[in-house]
């Protein structure tokens, strides 16, 4: 891949979709520690998914419990913030607030635009390969029609 994304640029993108979509409190922060387990060296961003080399992916469970231990150590350098940071990101995880599942969903969306944009650049991307993977769906209706609407492009 000819210049990829870094994690920063993901999540920049991520905030401008929510604060463009989405008015719900906490949520742009929620996004801006979504990924920071994945800071860790010995973690990065490990994929779970059918799609990547049985030799090189992980289990569901194996990577939450790394950046559980990760985001632990994180927030307990960060002061009184530290538990807060950590709910946040335990909430975003367990996707069961509707911030959350929102969150999620903007995530997923920001990575299947980005394979989009990539593959109508010539890169060696199937951006299809994104929207169908074992992965989550896109649920929520307005990511939906943003979805529709980029993959119309195509």
């Known amino acids: 891949m000819k210049d990829p994304e870094t994690v920063g640029e993901h ?8 604060e463009e979509l989405f008015h719900i409190p906490g949520l742009t922060t929620m996004l801006k520690i979504h990924d ?5 060296k010995k973690i990065g961003d490990r994929r779970t998914d059918s799609l ?3 030799d090189k992916r992980w289990t ?5 419990k790394a950046e559980l231990r990760a985001m632990k150590n994180i927030c307990s350098r960060l002061g009184p ?23 999620n969903q903007i995530d997923k969306f ?14 060696p991307v199937i951006a299809q390969e994104f929207i169908d993977h074992d992965g989550p769906k ?4 307005l990511l939906s029609f943003e979805l529709t609407k980029a993959r119309l492009k195509l």
Do not use: H, V
């Not at 920071?36 to 860790?40: F, G, Q, V």
């Not at 913030?81 to 950590?86: A, C, H, M, N, Q």
């Not at 896109?138 to 209706?141: E, G, H, L």
């Open 36 to 40: 920071w387990a994945e800071s860790n």
């Open 60 to 64: 569901k469970e194996k990577k939450y």
């Open 81 to 103: 913030y530290g538990p807060r940071i950590l709910r946040l990101w335990l909430e975003f995880e367990e996707k069961r607030t509707w911030r959350a599942k929102i969150a």
């Open 11 to 18: 999540t920049d993108e991520m905030i401008l979709i929510a």
């Open 52 to 54: 990547c080399p049985p």
């Open 138 to 141: 896109i649920t929520n209706y």
């Open 110 to 123: 920001q990575m299947i635009r980005k394979a989009i944009r990539y593959q109508i650049a010539g890169q």
